[in-house]
């Protein structure tokens, strides 16, 4: 009964990570998807103005 303690912990760490990879999958995209790249494309234009206003002074 050793190797059945032995491979649970492995066996139930693997079909949590299975789980967790499935959530992930299916929750891209769908009807948030355009609000999401908004935001996402908002903080990079953010990011690139800010770094541009600190660029070398001459």
Same mark, same amino acid.
């Given at each position: 009964?050793d190797?059945?303690? /032995?491979?649970?912990?492995?066996? #139930?760490? %693997? +079909?949590?990570?299975i =789980?967790?990879?499935?959530?992930?999958?299916?929750?891209?995209?769908?009807?948030?998807? /355009?609000?999401?790249?908004?935001? #996402?494309? %908002? +903080?990079?234009?953010? =990011?690139?103005?800010?770094?541009?206003?600190?660029?070398?002074?001459?």
């Open positions: 009964m190797y059945v303690s /032995a491979l649970v912990p492995p066996v #139930v760490m %693997a +079909a949590f990570f =789980a967790l990879i499935v959530v992930i999958v299916k929750s891209q995209g769908g009807p948030n998807k /355009a609000k999401e790249d908004a935001a #996402v494309d %908002a +903080a990079m234009a953010r =990011a690139e103005a800010a770094r541009q206003s600190d660029g070398p002074q001459a």
